[in-house]
């Protein structure tokens, strides 16, 4: 808290005239009174506006002294993320945690042949993956080039996508099957339930 400046004014004897009890028209008494009104304002300074202020900045001071008293003294970091942990991790553990998550995924090929068996609308191939040995658990996403799209136009194929059935792995085109063997890069991951 600010501590206001004293702003009385103390300077009443000399703004007084030679002979104040005839030039001021006061009384013996009025004239003794202006010798204690610069104290009386200055008392009131002290007294009312310094004090309170000088009491609430110790009190402010009290209070902040009790909360840096409070503070840890040490910061505990934990090693790895752990549920439940208040604590901040370090940088070496936050990487460690995110680069296992990126483990589960790879990139590998599917190649598709241009033999489809008819299913009402839907055509299906069994396939593999080329650099990679999918499980029941895993997602299989195409990303195909701009061959295999300008194949899947050319011949009314308007998306091919992989079912996996505990591991096996088959492709759906719809609208009409591709008529080219194609090979088209996908990204294989692990899946946990």
Same mark, same amino acid.
């Given at each position: 808290?600010?501590?206001?400046?004293?702003?009385?004014?103390?300077?009443? @004897?000399?703004?007084?005239? $030679?002979?104040?009890?005839?030039?001021?028209?006061?009384?013996?008494?009025?004239?003794?009174?202006?010798?204690?009104? *610069? %104290?009386?304002? @200055?008392?009131?300074? &002290?007294?009312?506006?310094?004090?309170?202020? &000088?009491?609430?900045?110790?009190?402010? @001071?009290?209070?902040?002294?009790? *909360?840096?008293?409070?503070?840890?003294?040490?910061?505990?970091?934990?090693?790895?993320?752990?549920?439940?942990?208040?604590?901040?991790?370090? %940088?070496?553990?936050?990487?460690?945690?995110?680069a296992g998550k990126?483990?589960?995924?790879?990139?590998? /090929?599917?190649?598709?042949?241009?033999?489809?068996?008819?299913?009402?609308?839907?055509? +299906?191939?069994?396939?593999? #993956?080329?650099?990679? +040995?999918?499980? /029941?658990?895993?997602? !299989? $996403?195409?990303?195909?080039?701009?061959? /295999? !799209?300008?194949?899947?136009?050319? $011949?009314? =194929?308007?998306?091919?996508? &992989?079912e996996n059935n505990?591991?096996?792995?088959? *492709?759906?085109? #719809?609208?009409?099957?591709?008529? *080219?063997?194609?090979? @088209?890069? =996908?990204?294989?991951?692990? #899946?946990? /339930?």
């Open positions: 808290m600010a501590i206001s400046s004293f702003s009385g004014d103390v300077n009443v @004897i000399a703004a007084l005239h $030679d002979n104040p009890v005839m030039d001021d028209n006061l009384t013996a008494q009025q004239f003794k009174e202006k010798f204690d009104y *610069a %104290s009386g304002l @200055i008392k009131a300074y &002290i007294n009312g506006t310094l004090v309170s202020a &000088i009491n609430k900045n110790i009190g402010d @001071i009290a209070a902040n002294t009790s *909360a840096i008293a409070g503070k840890q003294n040490t910061l505990t970091f934990d090693n790895a993320p752990a549920s439940g942990s208040d604590n901040p991790v370090k %940088s070496g553990g936050i990487y460690t945690a995110l990126q483990n589960g995924i790879i990139v590998a /090929a599917i190649s598709l042949t241009a033999t489809w068996t008819e299913q009402t609308n839907d055509w +299906t191939q069994t396939v593999t #993956v080329t650099g990679a +040995t999918p499980t /029941a658990n895993s997602k !299989i $996403d195409l990303q195909a080039d701009s061959t /295999a !799209i300008s194949q899947m136009v050319d $011949d009314g =194929c308007v998306a091919i996508y &992989i505990n591991g096996t792995l088959t *492709a759906h085109a #719809v609208g009409a099957p591709t008529t *080219a063997a194609l090979t @088209i890069q =996908c990204t294989v991951t692990e #899946v946990t /339930a």
